[in-house]
């Protein structure tokens, strides 16, 4: 069968725009982030934030995976349902709703999660008492992102301090995200932080590096003993710019068709904002490559459409070509849709549920 | 019961995020659209990409509207399930899979879809001969957005004609979606495709405009016969930007959870861009308004965390602190989610479920 074959077949069969994701390259995916931690003697933990499906999680765990990481409680239980075990959530969780759930959770699986404040903490022995054992917290540190995890090591012992005296928690170490492939400005940071923990005769179980990005810096980073990534499965434009893919290893595009070409120079995809998202990638072209006509440019979007800019190409696609389109970045665009077609090459394998979708709570 | 106890009660019921609508201010924006479409005797065909729930459609036709408008097939497949009938798809449909879908719907309900351009036009016909009558067809017109439609009345003609050429096709108008606010550069785009067609002897039933900023300026587009408006029965910041709603008419609010604190100036919302999303509005200043602390601005995401920027404001919420935020642009919004939670002022109603959301086929 031939790529046009294939793409005449999923339009049957599914309609476009359809989220295709590639297995054989999703296997040289996953078998590539596996043989980074493996060089650098550090658990694998990938983050399904990116896939959302306990298939896509079970093929990670059977290459090699320690265990996972979801951001979400709700992603966690769609992935325990399905399966999987040791499920790090790195989400500050507050609330008697979610503490009762992640009470249930933790009685269930071997589920740690992450805090950054008081308040979380003094919330989580609420979820101990559901489990019937103490709930693993990890201190989630900040090294620059200026994201979610405190700014010095000094609190970052405090916390930790403070999880160890609850019967109801067990501290289980310090989880980081380093800028991308700046994982230098980590070290200084992680350093302190365990020694500090150290000297209080705490032992930390989890010392945890994120991020695709620096899946080739692991080396680099002394003492962690597990790394979480999730765009790696995938990939997408982001990655290519960071240079830690080729378009060979995009696994994942959207099937699209060109539903309007009202004018010369621009043609109308039936993939918008909703579909697509309106994620610049970090400040990218665009928002997706067309592989077939790389020199379109998908210059904006309304909800159901995407503008497409042909101005630089003379080859412009007609009313009713599919193309396909990688992503800016693949985790929110997974986020649209509510199953893959799966292929693998140029042939059609099946369906995939994405069951961890929009599971924001 | 207060605002406060409701937050309260909203977070133990269902955890934040939540999609909370106001159904008090929801009946009176619906009313406040259909009564501009009655002063200008004009049909009110509200857009549902919106709200993307039947219940909230019944609602819109109970208060007066005639019919629906959906961009998307599927949308328009979920409406018909939940009793909703008149339906127009505002949209390009191609290929078999679509149109075996359009002759099944268009058998059971009344059902008109769009066409800019003779590609669509020609695979219509294997969608009439599945519903055994004829596909009710308008041809959509661009008079200045640069999004689908044809660029000239000429075109306009042209395709009128196409379609009424075909038996198995109704020639049904023309749906034209004006600039915001700007409704008289269509006017005569609109006067030369309606001439022409009457010269062939072709009658529109259907000239159709758009466009919730626009239900103001109904009046100075003369000969129209129906309206489609979506964003209004919520309103957003951009529809307070377009002057056309107030605060108090913003019905939608994300209901979300500060959930860490880790500089002075700074705080992250449980609200990234995948319950957000990365929509501008148009180019406003943030994310989102929060109502409570007006001057925290939204400045960026990941995918589960809002990036609050409080160096503004002395008011500063603290972990765990609910708050709630009008979003930019409602319709990409709702459609991350799977239910509203509905309230009347500061009493919880119950849930709505949104069976259209991501239905992007």
Same mark, same amino acid.
């Given at each position: ?35 980074? &931690? ?102 989630? &540190? ?91 499965? #995938? ?19 959207? #099937? ?106």
């Amino acid at each position: 069968m031939s790529i046009d074959n294939l793409k005449a077949e999923i339009a049957r069969e599914f309609g476009t725009p359809a989220l295709v994701i590639d297995l054989d390259v999703v296997e040289h995916n996953i078998a590539k982030a596996q043989a980074f &931690c493996d060089a650098a003697g550090v658990g694998n933990r990938p983050h399904i934030k990116t896939h959302k499906s306990p298939v896509l999680a079970a093929m990670q765990r059977d290459a090699g995976a320690r265990g996972i990481t979801c951001q979400k409680l709700g992603e966690a239980e769609v992935m325990a349902a399905g399966g999987l075990d040791d499920i790090l959530i790195t989400y500050n969780l507050l609330g008697e709703e979610k503490l009762g759930r992640l009470g249930k959770l933790s009685a269930e699986k071997t589920v740690t999660v992450a805090a950054d404040n008081p308040v979380t903490i003094a919330g989580l022995p609420m979820a101990g008492r559901i489990a019937g054992r103490p709930i693993n917290v990890v201190v989630e &540190c900040d090294s620059g992102r200026k994201r979610a995890g405190v700014e010095t090591p000094g609190e970052a012992i405090a916390l930790a301090e403070l999880i160890a005296a609850s019967p109801e928690l067990s501290f289980a170490g310090f989880v980081f995200y380093p800028p991308d492939k700046t994982v230098a400005s980590s070290q200084h940071f992680f350093d302190e932080a365990v020694a500090g923990v150290r000297a209080l005769g705490l032992e930390p179980r989890i010392l945890s590096s994120g991020g695709s990005p620096n899946l080739g810096m692991l080396q680099e980073f002394h003492g962690i003993t597990e790394h979480r990534a999730g765009t790696y499965i #995938y990939n997408d434009r982001m990655m290519m710019a960071h240079g830690m893919a080729t378009l060979d290893e995009c696994a994942l595009q959207v #099937y699209a068709t060109v539903v309007s070409r009202a004018g010369a120079e621009r043609g109308i995809l039936d993939s918008g904002s909703k579909t697509l998202t309106a994620d610049t990638g970090g400040g990218l072209d665009g928002f997706g490559l067309i592989r077939e006509y790389p020199q379109a440019r998908i210059a904006g979007f309304s909800e159901e459409h995407g503008m497409l800019d042909l101005s630089k190409t003379n080859d412009r696609p007609g009313v009713g070509t599919i193309v396909r389109v990688v992503p800016n970045h693949v985790c929110v665009v997974v986020n649209m849709f509510d199953r893959y077609v799966a292929v693998r090459g140029d042939r059609l394998v099946g369906e995939i549920d994405i069951p961890a979708r929009g599971k924001l709570t």
